[in-house]
């Protein structure tokens, strides 16, 4: 079991590194810094990032199947891999399940053992399977 617990400088869910009142970088709170890279993970597709062009889930790519189990499989099969092709989070660390919320709609929870604790993950997003990744 992995201890995921880093300090890095906070940004915000659209990616920007955020602010204090004093003008001076946040830093993310341990278990921020995992949820932000989980984020990012979650709203890449392949070939977003040019450092690392597969690291992204891919979610997009679920645009225009339907929302049906086998869809909802699979956007937790892209997830999964993404989170742990490259050891960022221990397979036996994390669950992800897919839950439909409307007729076109998923939202995929992501949970990660840290320790003793299970750190809720989830992005502030949906998947619109007509439209693609939506913001709360």
Known sequence: M???????IKVSPSGD?????????ELANPSGVLKQ???????????????????GADLNSLIGEPNVRETANNGELRIINS???DGRVAASDLLV???PISLYNLVYYVFVRDGKAVLNMTPD???????????Y
């Open 17 to 25: 590194m955020t602010l204090g009142a004093n003008k001076d970088f």
């Open 97 to 99: 399940k897919a839950v």
């Open 37 to 55: 890279d989980i984020a990012f993970r979650l709203r890449t597709d392949y070939n977003d990032f040019t450092p690392h062009p597969d690291i």
């Open 83 to 85: 989170l742990t092709k």
């Open 125 to 135: 997003f949906s998947v619109d399977l007509n439209r693609g990744i939506i913001s």
């Open 2 to 8: 992995i201890i995921y617990s880093e300090i890095d």
